[in-house]
């Protein structure tokens, strides 16, 4: 079994038996159960007939750093919330999503007043909000008791219900208010407390980039709510890694690029100076080209859309180029 076999995630529970870094992932298992216990998520409870539990799944990951090393092997128990009956279960499913451009503003904020720029991580954050509807879950694998009879009776919010996302994002944003933090009128996930030490969040569901003169006070009101993780200084937050200059902050996506370059079969081509070719005039493939392009196998709309993602969080030299190419989704060959 070569090295690289334990840089990766066992795809079920029922097989995860059978390799070799079994004990380590049972360990993941073993403290994700112990969080869970901890945050009083559930209890057991006699089957009703009125119940209809949603079943679970064992999820596991490998998180690495920006150097692509291995830091942490996760398992997380995730309902199946494609089971949720409309009408019978919870329904209200909406959160803030995600929006680069506001974050981007805030390290540029940081970057002009000289400001820390740190994150930390919330710990099994969906459980810690309250589940303000009935709902039960089946007994999942990695738990002993009676599967026919009893059911684990929900009492917080885990990964996979279509409401915990909003329901974490309420919890947070609630306890935020309490500490007398304000939301920004325009921006749900920035929220800002100007007093005599300021201090600026951007939250991405369990992922907090905080911005201030001095963290000190604020992390440790976190460490005292939740179970957090302190980063420290920010390194690599959604998807993008983070320089610290003096002065000021770069923003990069070079793993990223390099791993598309490596699955587009690019990364032995010459880099050029710009984008596109100055003055260069793309038009619509000729049915043959077309033919042609097809043959190769390649998913244009894809690689575009992977490209416009780099071009909004990092690279906006190749923005024009981007959208120029994209009007071709269509009509796509070679020259494209």
């Given at each position: 079994?070569?090295?690289?076999?334990?840089?990766?995630?066992?795809?079920?529970?029922?097989?995860?038996?059978?390799?070799?870094?079994?004990?380590?992932?049972?360990?993941?298992?073993?403290?994700?159960?112990?969080?869970?216990?901890?945050?009083?998520?559930?209890?057991?409870?006699?089957?009703?007939?009125?119940?209809?539990?949603?079943?679970?799944?064992?999820?596991?990951?490998?998180?690495?750093?920006?150097?692509?090393?291995?830091?942490?092997?996760?398992?997380?128990?995730?309902?199946?919330?494609?089971?949720?009956?409309?009408?019978?279960?919870?329904?209200?499913?909406?959160?803030?999503?995600?929006?680069?451009?506001?974050?981007?503003?805030l390290?540029?904020?940081?970057?002009?007043?000289?400001?820390?720029?740190?994150?930390?991580?919330?710990?099994?954050?969906?459980?810690?909000?309250?589940?303000?509807?009935?709902?039960t879950?089946?007994?999942?694998?990695?738990?002993?008791?009676?599967?026919?009879?009893?059911?684990?009776?929900?009492?917080?919010?885990?990964?996979?219900?279509?409401?915990?996302?909003?329901?974490?994002?309420?919890?947070?944003?609630?306890?935020?208010?309490?500490?007398?933090?304000?939301?920004?009128?325009?921006?749900?996930?920035?929220?800002?407390?100007?007093?005599?030490?300021?201090?600026w969040?951007?939250?991405?569901?369990?992922?907090?980039?905080?911005f201030?003169?001095?963290?000190?006070?604020?992390?440790?009101?976190?460490?005292?709510?939740?179970?957090?993780?302190?980063?420290?200084?920010?390194?690599?937050?959604?998807?993008?890694?983070?320089?610290?200059?003096?002065?000021?902050?770069?923003l990069?996506?070079?793993?990223?690029?390099?791993k598309?370059?490596?699955?587009?079969?690019?990364?032995?081509?010459?880099?050029?100076?710009?984008?596109?070719?100055?003055?260069?005039?793309?038009?619509?493939?000729?049915?043959?080209?077309?033919?042609?392009?097809?043959?190769?196998?390649?998913?244009?709309?894809?690689?575009?859309g992977e490209?416009?993602?780099?071009?909004?969080?990092?690279?906006?030299?190749?923005?024009?180029?981007?959208?120029?190419?994209?009007?071709?989704?269509?009509?796509?060959?070679?020259?494209?």
């Open positions: 079994m070569s090295s690289n076999h334990h840089k990766q995630s066992p795809k079920e529970f029922q097989k995860f038996n059978a390799r070799k870094d079994v004990e380590k992932w049972q360990a993941a298992i073993n403290k994700e159960l112990e969080n869970m216990n901890r945050l009083k998520v559930w209890e057991i409870v006699d089957k009703k007939p009125s119940d209809h539990p949603i079943t679970s799944t064992w999820v596991f990951k490998v998180k690495h750093d920006h150097n692509h090393s291995v830091t942490e092997r996760k398992a997380r128990l995730c309902a199946q919330g494609f089971h949720q009956i409309e009408g019978l279960d919870p329904w209200k499913t909406f959160s803030p999503t995600r929006k680069i451009s506001s974050l981007q503003l390290i540029s904020h940081a970057a002009r007043n000289s400001l820390l720029f740190h994150q930390m991580d919330v710990k099994s954050a969906f459980l810690n909000a309250p589940l303000e509807e009935e709902l879950l089946a007994i999942p694998d990695a738990i002993n008791k009676d599967k026919e009879n009893k059911v684990l009776q929900l009492h917080k919010e885990i990964y996979g219900l279509k409401q915990a996302p909003l329901a974490w994002y309420n919890h947070l944003a609630s306890w935020l208010k309490k500490a007398r933090f304000k939301c920004s009128v325009s921006e749900p996930r920035v929220f800002y407390r100007t007093e005599s030490k300021p201090v969040i951007y939250i991405h569901v369990d992922d907090l980039a905080i201030g003169p001095d963290l000190t006070l604020f992390n440790q009101e976190l460490q005292n709510a939740f179970n957090m993780k302190d980063l420290g200084k920010a390194e690599l937050l959604l998807g993008v890694k983070v320089n610290h200059l003096t002065g000021g902050f770069s990069s996506q070079e793993h990223y690029i390099d598309l370059a490596e699955e587009y079969e690019i990364k032995n081509l010459t880099p050029l100076n710009t984008p596109l070719k100055p003055n260069i005039q793309l038009s619509n493939a000729t049915e043959d080209e077309v033919r042609v392009f097809k043959e190769m196998q390649i998913n244009y709309p894809s690689a575009i490209l416009n993602y780099i071009s909004l969080d990092s690279r906006p030299d190749i923005t024009f180029a981007v959208s120029n190419l994209s009007q071709f989704l269509e009509n796509t060959g070679i020259t494209h």
